[in-house]
T-cell receptor, first 111, second 117 residues
Framework: QQQVKQSPQSLIVQKGGISIINCAYE??????FPWYQQFPGKGPALLIA???DVSEKKEGRFTISFNKSAKQFSLHIMDSQPGDSATYFCAASKGNYQLIWGAGTKLIIKP | NAGVMQNPRHLVRRRGQEARLRCSPV?????VYWYRQLPEEGLKFMVY????????ESGMPKERFSAEFPKEGPSILRIQQVVRGDSAAYFCASSPSSMIGGNTEAFFGQGTRLTVV
């Protein structure tokens, strides 16, 4: 019940395309859903986060879609660029610090 | 304006030795969190500390692992008598106030990659 399942494990997208990464959770008590971006050799950096009282949040080219009834949330990267190539992690928690992390998606944007 | 500094970046230890991982939080941050990341996996919470106090260590193995965040100096994650299964990347994060129930973001260091041979 504590798991967060992330898919796909890896993703290749052409430059300018839309990258979509999906996550599903079980624990209905979760109230905080962040996405992190991690470049090789670096620590994760918070990209965007959402709480369950909204269904969508957009920041620049990054959008989180949240479906509370299906217990799913996804990250959309519009107009994907080579600089977006990184590993992306979804996470969930009740409160913020005991984050339960997905396994990660390695995203490659082809020029 | 330095971020979270972790050292060493890479650490190699033989089985049975001790590993000491250091984390200097962002200046002014008094809340520190340690996470472990195995290859191809997400981070797993280990421990949450505030200056001189352990707030939550529920994710840390009861034996061989300990953490501290003294009044002065960096936070230390200590692993005694390391085994091969301890090989992982260990990340430290810090925040200016408690993240519990709030909107405070935690900032991550670059991690220490521990290899046990």
């Amino acid at each position: 019940q504590q798991q967060v399942k992330q898919s796909p494990q890896s993703l290749i997208v052409q430059k300018g395309g839309i990258s979509i990464i999906n996550c599903a959770y079980e624990n209905t008590a979760f109230d905080y859903f962040p996405w992190y971006q991690q470049f090789p050799g670096k620590g994760p950096a918070l990209l965007i986060a959402i709480r369950p009282d909204v269904s969508e949040k957009k920041e620049g080219r990054f959008t989180i879609s949240f479906n509370k009834s299906a217990k799913q949330f996804s990250l959309h990267i519009m107009d994907s660029q080579p600089g977006d190539s990184a590993t992306y992690f979804c996470a969930a928690s009740k409160g913020n610090y005991q984050l339960i992390w997905g396994a990660g998606t390695k995203l490659i944007i082809k020029p | 304006n330095a971020g979270v500094m972790q050292n060493p970046r890479h650490l190699v230890r033989r089985r049975g030795q001790e590993a000491r991982l250091r984390c200097s939080p962002v200046k002014g941050h008094s809340h520190v969190y340690w996470y472990r990341q195995l290859p191809e996996e997400g981070l797993k919470f280990m421990v949450y500390l505030q200056k001189e106090n352990i707030i939550d260590e529920s994710g840390m193995p009861k034996e061989r692992f300990s953490a501290e965040f003294p009044k002065e100096g960096p936070s230390i994650l200590r692993i005694q008598q390391v085994v091969r299964g301890d090989s992982a990347a260990y990340f430290c994060a810090s925040s200016p106030s408690s993240m519990i129930g709030g909107n405070t973001e935690a900032f991550f260091g670059q991690g220490t990659r521990l290899t046990v041979v």
